[in-house]
């Protein structure tokens, strides 16, 4: 009998539209042994929660990626049978038809939210950064322990077929040592076209690159260096690194930090909110016999290749190879973690083995110590 895990939606925004509608696409266009039913939706008002479930429920008109039906097996599958609508958040927390709340609130907000949930014995889903900073992170971290709850941070990335791809590419020795990596998101957002209250111009919602964009190459390097199996390092720390200041606000425009792992590689991590990222390889892993170059976009690609060394250089693949691994026939591609909560929930454990709580707690110190090096104004609110 398949397991259906019952979520609580906190929040009505872009990323929390992702997730819903990721959640009314029919398991098996992906390959899941688990199914998900939307139970309840939070948000300032019941008006505004309503709107939110009444849109997933809507005609099966293309979605935001074009896809035609997308709705179609999450309605015909009662995937939103019963879902209510909440003015409060609290209200969603103390449904005792709720399993799981994914917390799709700004991520200044997320150590809030994410403890009242747990107070209120639910599991957890956290959209990333899991919170503002590390001390945040702990109590959550203990407050779920206690209470022997599910809690994880939702690097979807992690989950797609590229990163698993990758992780066996690497791990069969084909490539040689590893020697160095990079990973970019640089995102052309146009800042000064933006005003003073948009997310990520405002200090006080903890605006700038590093925390909005920082997730996604830090992800790639613990999947390709810190998950290695040759990897002795536990805790790799931040060596150097540098901000580019946005003056109108403070925030960081730009971040650029190196991360050591001893005996192993050096990573050097890039975000930044003012320049286009590279299409062509926003990941970068130069080992002994070819190098790997991940496509852009960061936090979904489906493009590897491996590319030989110049013939000038060392190396035994002289063949450039292209290897497509796209994400599930429909969808975003967030039903993936959606999955593995589900999963880790069915099986009674409190944490996932493909995005731990550890390796949360190391990327959230990176994002820390990157921050208060730089100068950016950090929130006062």
Not at 70 to 89: C, I, M, Q, R, T
Not at 105 to 111: A, D, E, K, V
Not at 282 to 297: H, L
Request: aromatic share 8%.
């Amino acid at each position: 009998m398949t397991f259906t895990l019952r979520w609580g939606i906190i929040a009505t925004g872009g990323i929390s539209t992702k997730f819903a509608e990721d959640l009314l696409v029919d398991p098996s266009t992906r390959g899941s042994d688990v199914a998900h039913k939307i139970a309840a939706v939070g948000s300032r008002s019941v008006a505004s929660a309503q709107k939110f479930i009444d849109r997933l429920r809507s005609d099966p008109s293309p979605n935001q990626w074009g896809e035609d039906g997308w709705n179609a097996w999450g309605l015909g599958n009662g995937v939103l049978d019963g879902a209510k609508a909440y003015g409060s958040y609290d209200e969603v927390f103390a449904d005792p038809n709720v399993d799981a709340v994914y917390i799709g609130t700004p991520h200044t907000f997320h150590h809030a939210n994410a403890k009242a949930a747990l107070l209120a014995g639910k599991n957890v889903l956290c959209e990333k950064p899991f919170t503002f900073d590390l001390e945040e992170l702990d109590e959550l971290i203990a407050i779920a322990k206690e209470k022997k709850l599910f809690l994880m941070e939702a690097v979807w990335t992690r989950f797609h077929p590229i990163a698993y791809a990758l992780q066996d590419l690497l791990k069969s020795g084909r490539l040689g040592k590893i020697k160095r990596m990079s990973a970019d998101f640089s995102m052309n957002y146009q800042p000064d076209t933006r005003p003073d209250s948009n997310r990520m111009i405002d200090p006080e919602q903890g605006g700038g690159s590093l925390l909005d964009q920082g997730p996604y190459p830090s992800v790639w390097a613990m999947l390709a260096l810190h998950q290695l199996p040759s990897n002795t390092d536990t805790d790799p720390r931040v060596v150097a690194s540098y901000q580019r200041i946005y003056e109108r606000s403070g925030v960081d425009a730009a971040s650029t930090w190196v991360v050591s792992w001893k005996g192993l590689a050096e990573a050097t991590l890039v975000t930044d909110m003012t320049a286009s990222g590279y299409d062509d390889a926003c990941v970068v892993i130069t080992c002994e016999d070819a190098d790997v170059a991940i496509a852009y976009p960061p936090w979904r690609p489906e493009r590897l290749t491996i590319v030989p060394h110049s013939k000038y250089e060392p190396g035994n693949i002289r063949e450039r190879e292209v290897k497509e691994y796209p994400t599930a026939k429909a969808g975003a591609g967030m039903h993936y973690e959606a999955d593995e909560v589900a999963r880790c929930i069915r099986d009674g454990k409190t944490q996932s083995e493909r995005m731990p709580l550890a390796e949360s707690r190391i990327t959230q110190r990176w994002l820390d110590d990157v921050r208060k090096a730089g100068g950016t104004v950090l929130k006062t609110a």
